[in-house]
């Protein structure tokens, strides 16, 4: 009677739940959820077992904020990645590279009749609305840690965590639209607001930002 084991069982090798139609090679569309993009998509791929990269698209739509008056931001990035799956499993580590763009209408009712009243022939008035368009565009480093696992369906689930860092100077884009003010006027109150807006989106362009995300997905 033979007792020896059958080699698949002895070496403890199986079929790889990795592997599609084109054998380890595998792309498809992902989409997710998480910060600071409430939304992303894009589509990935798996060189090998052991290699992966893709685009991502991330947006955050159009919110309102009370910061100097009413003031509605969107944000979106873009960037392209690579990931290094050491284990030929799920598990990764990876980075991306791309640009993260904030942009934003602020809106403010300023009260200037102290300043009317003081240059009653300058036809200042007593309420000047106030409105800035402006956009921050950086370059972002991502560098993740997660899993990704596809089975051989398809279906692919994945989750990671990570950080944004800006890794090259802003561009940063902004304008103020006023009517008919005089330049005392401008002076007094829409320089300052225009400084402290501008501060903020430098701010923005600067600041480190944490990132995760849960991801669905098929890959062929």
Not at 128 to 155: C, W
Not at 158 to 172: L, R, V, Y
Request: charged share 20%; glycine share 14%; aromatic share 10%.
């Amino acid at each position: 009677m033979d007792w020896s084991v059958p080699q698949a069982e002895h070496d403890g090798s199986r079929d790889d739940d990795s592997d599609g139609l084109l054998g380890p090679f595998r792309i498809g569309p992902v989409i997710g959820v998480g910060m600071p993009n409430l939304i992303h998509f894009g589509g990935t791929m798996k060189l090998t077992k052991y290699l992966g990269a893709g685009l991502n698209i991330g947006v955050i739509p159009a919110i309102k904020l009370s910061i100097y008056g009413e003031a509605e931001l969107s944000y979106q990035e873009y960037d392209i990645y690579g990931r290094i799956y050491p284990f030929g499993g799920g598990f990764f580590l990876g980075a991306g590279v791309g640009y993260e763009t904030v942009k934003g209408t602020i809106t403010d009712s300023i009260n200037a009749s102290s300043l009317a009243n003081e240059y009653p022939g300058l036809g200042i008035p007593d309420i000047i609305e106030y409105q800035a368009e402006g956009r921050v565009r950086t370059m972002i480093l991502t560098p993740q840690i997660g899993y990704f696992h596809t089975a051989k369906s398809g279906f692919s689930l994945g989750i990671f965590i990570g950080a944004q860092f800006p890794i090259a100077p802003s561009d940063i884009d902004f304008e103020t639209t006023v009517e008919g003010l005089p330049e005392v006027a401008i002076e007094r109150y829409v320089a300052p607001l225009d400084k402290k807006v501008r501060d903020t989106l430098e701010t923005v362009a600067r600041q480190p930002l944490p990132s995760f995300g849960l991801q669905i997905g098929w890959l062929l």
